[in-house]
């Protein structure tokens, strides 16, 4: 079974400071991975998606991750922070399902504070 | 535009009281799905459908129905048999093949009363 483990619920930055939001993975196969952004009572939107074309993977709003399969880690970075990437965050693992669509393991979020 | 709508945004249910959520795609995807979100506990799969007229169980399926008559609709129906049912509902979908990004609707918090 596959599983996603979100290192810290909270993380404080402040305004211009680099933004590291930490992702561990264990995957039987070769694995499909996500970022996606929650606003307060909103659905998901996809920030970046790895799928074995390159490790390093650039996403929407200026972040990134990168995929070290020796670290088993998606760690989700943004040079600078600004007011509005104040959200939830989560990453997730694909596993397909026979017949078609796949199956998303999501880690338990964490949720990034930026302060002035 | 093509996206997910949910509807309603917001519902309140008395104990005992079956209660349906409404989930619209139009961006012509097979798969569908549904999640749930409880603070703290990330999302977890309530059940998916791969095509019309078939649905599978995901990992917390009790308590829960489903129906796929038509490949735009996904309406998920939360019984009474559900223990503890207040949560935020999300429902998703996906073209259908194994290496799909899931596109998410706006949910629904469903709040029992």
């Known amino acids: 079974a596959q599983s996603v483990t979100q290192l810290g619920s909270h993380v404080s930055v402040s305004e211009g400071a680099l933004v590291l939001l930490r992702c561990n993975y264990s995957?039987?196969?070769?694995?499909?991975l996500f970022w996606y952004v929650q606003y307060p009572n909103q659905g998901l939107q996809l920030l970046l998606k790895?799928?074995?074309?390159?490790?390093l993977v650039k996403g929407i709003n200026g972040f990134e991750a990168e995929f070290k399969k020796s670290e088993t880690s998606f760690h989700l970075t943004k040079p600078s922070a600004h007011m509005s990437d104040a959200a939830e965050y989560f990453c997730?693992?694909?596993?397909?399902?026979?017949?078609?669509?796949?199956?998303?393991?999501f880690g338990t979020g964490t949720q990034l504070k930026v302060e002035l | 535009d093509g996206g997910i709508t949910q509807s309603p945004k917001y519902l309140f249910r008395k104990e005992g009281q079956n209660v349906t959520l409404s989930c619209e795609q139009n961006?012509?995807?097979?798969?569908m799905y549904w999640y749930r979100q409880d603070p703290g506990q990330g999302l977890r799969l309530i059940y998916y459908?791969?095509?019309?007229?078939?649905?599978q169980k995901g990992d917390i399926a009790e308590g829960y129905s489903v129906s796929r008559e038509k490949k735009e609709s996904f309406p998920l129906t939360v019984t009474s048999a559900q223990k503890n049912p207040t949560a935020f509902y999300l429902c998703?979908?996906?073209?259908?093949?194994?290496?799909?990004?899931?596109?998410f609707g706006p949910g629904t918090r469903l709040t029992v009363l």
């Open positions: 790895y799928t074995s074309a390159a490790t």
């Open positions: 998703a979908s996906s073209p259908g093949t194994g290496t799909d990004t899931q596109y």
């Open positions: 961006l012509n995807h097979d798969a």
């Open positions: 459908s791969q095509i019309v007229n078939d649905f």
């Open positions: 995957s039987s196969v070769p694995p499909y």
């Open positions: 997730a693992v694909s596993e397909g399902f026979t017949g078609g669509g796949n199956k998303l393991t």
